[in-house]
């Protein structure tokens, strides 16, 4: 069997991320040029109208890489928690996470949740193995304090970083549009099916792994 930390697209999941398709749900569009983060202005392939632009080559590419760690997590039996602050798609993302069998937090964040978790749940708690953040902003437009918690207790993240936003705490930033339903709706079905994928095929090995086993214990000496 080949080892998947070897195939660069063990899972199958390259045809899933396309320029055309980003360009169709709007993740080319930024905020206000005014209101950009200077440490985005690599990822933007310019302004229009006093609205940034971003270069899709890029954003492709990075999707990629974070559906790629996204499945790689997943494929190993991961806890996965999906995060939004976003009251409009907040039970989308919850509807996403359960889907897959997975973990959400749509609400305000406390203090202390990741950085104190035995304190803040009254026992040993498991942290996740991965944080898919559909936004990285919180409702008033401050970095989120999961991004800097997460980074803290060195809990890899996944996040999608529009052009206000400060992408060098998130391990897998992706940047695009955090704003738009259409485009939050989109990023949610990506990574869906790049867990959905992983924990199907990690069945599979399994399976596969086990027919080898049992017919080498089998094989005559």
């Not at 989109?186 to 596969?208: G, N, Q, V, Y």
């Amino acid at each position: 069997m080949p080892d998947p930390l070897q195939t660069p697209d063990y899972f199958g999941l390259r045809d899933m991320v396309s320029v055309e398709q980003l360009f169709n749900v709007r993740a080319y569009l930024g905020h206000r040029s005014m209101l950009r983060n200077p440490y985005m202005t690599p990822y933007l392939f310019g302004t229009r109208q006093g609205i940034d632009i971003f270069d899709l080559e890029q954003t492709a590419q990075l999707l990629f890489d974070a559906l790629n760690f996204t499945a790689h997590i997943a494929y190993r039996g991961g806890i996965i928690l999906f995060m939004i602050q976003h009251r409009q798609m907040m039970h989308l993302v919850e509807k996403t996470a359960k889907m897959v069998g997975e973990y959400s937090y749509c609400r305000p964040w406390g203090g202390g949740v990741f950085t104190d978790s035995t304190n803040f749940y009254g026992a040993t708690t498991r942290l996740p193995d991965l944080i898919i953040m559909l936004n990285t902003m919180n409702s008033l437009g401050f970095e989120h304090v999961a991004v800097r918690d997460a980074a803290k207790m060195l809990i890899p993240t996944v996040g999608i970083v529009d052009s206000n936003c400060d992408p060098r705490l998130v391990t897998y930033p992706v940047p695009g549009n955090d704003d738009s339903p259409v485009t939050i709706r989109h990023w949610c079905s990506l990574f869906a099916e790049a867990i959905m994928l992983a924990k199907r095929r990690a069945r599979r090995d399994d399976a596969t792994r086990k027919r080898l086993a049992s017919a080498g214990d089998q094989t005559p000496p």
